[in-house]
């Protein structure tokens, strides 16, 4: 019996030591969609070992960029600079779409914050709005928070409330890293804001609506399919062409049916 255990324990050693590595690396909103796809993929595939990690859409499409990972993931379109470096080297493909949140602590959201224009979501971030009570809330300062520049959530974010990817955020008063950083930070406060992907939002952490030509439009998923909530996205995986055949399998899986039901129940928008 000690024989055939050792036996046993040397071929599983053996298999994970000849399973090809997969590192994936990049966007935290991604992040969870993968992870639990790498985890039903490989009770399949034991000759593949899929590691994946964050640190943002920037990190992620820098990583493809310098060879470090096999795939990355990002929740954001690549920059100019980017696509430059990555002509013809890399397959993008979107696996999923999500809005991200103007997301305010429940407090906030409880004295009667339940809306703000894209202007009034300006000015808080630019520090020309400091107090709830100017937007119809308590008499408390505004925590803004903000996001490190290599996340995709900021760069969409920014895009579509302070006209640039790039646009300072005066008003801030922190910056966080991840999404469940952020959430963990929005939590514990009563009177933040911040950027989130819908899909990171709970009861202590509220989504506000956009007010959009006076219409108050929520960070849902049916209002990313029909195109009315302003600050949605795509998320995506990042491929070099000439990527092993076991990569290519793995992201063809993330497209599947199979895939695409993950997607669903982490709470983004499946594209089939």
């Not at 709830?132 to 969409?156: F, N, Q």
């Not at 646009?167 to 911040?194: K, P, V, Y």
């Not at 609506?209 to 209002?223: F, S």
């Not at 992201?251 to 993950?262: C, E, M, R, T």
Request: with cysteine.
């Amino acid at each position: 019996m000690k024989y055939i255990f050792l036996l046993g324990l040397s071929l599983c050693l053996s298999n994970y030591a000849y399973a090809e590595r997969i590192n994936i690396v990049g966007s935290t909103t991604v992040l969870p969609i993968v992870s639990q796809a790498a985890a039903l993929y490989q009770q399949s595939h034991p000759d593949v070992q899929i590691t994946v990690s964050g640190g943002g859409s920037g990190v992620g499409i820098a990583s493809i960029i310098q060879g470090t990972s096999q795939i990355a993931m990002a929740s954001r379109e690549t920059t100019q600079e980017e696509q430059a470096q990555l002509k013809g080297k890399v397959e993008n493909i979107i696996i999923a779409a999500d809005a991200v949140a103007v997301a305010v602590s429940k407090a906030v959201f409880e004295s009667g914050v339940h809306a703000l224009s894209l202007a009034q979501i300006a000015d808080i971030y630019k520090g020309k709005i400091r107090n709830w009570k100017s937007v119809g809330g308590v008499d408390a300062k505004i925590l803004v928070i903000d996001k490190e520049a290599s996340r995709g959530t900021r760069h969409v974010f920014a895009q579509a409330v302070l006209g640039s990817s790039h646009a300072r955020a005066a008003g801030a008063s922190l910056i966080s890293g991840s999404n469940n950083e952020e959430q963990a930070i929005i939590s514990r406060s009563n009177q933040a804001i911040g950027m989130l992907s819908n899909a990171w939002l709970n009861d202590s952490v509220r989504g506000i609506d956009v007010l959009v030509k006076g219409q108050a439009i929520g960070p849902t998923l049916q209002h990313v399919r029909d195109g009315s909530y302003p600050i949605s996205r795509g998320l995506h995986i990042l491929i070099p062409i000439h990527a092993s055949q076991n990569a290519k399998d793995f992201v063809h899986f993330l497209s599947s049916k199979a895939g695409q039901n993950i997607v669903q129940q982490t709470g983004y928008l499946p594209v089939l």
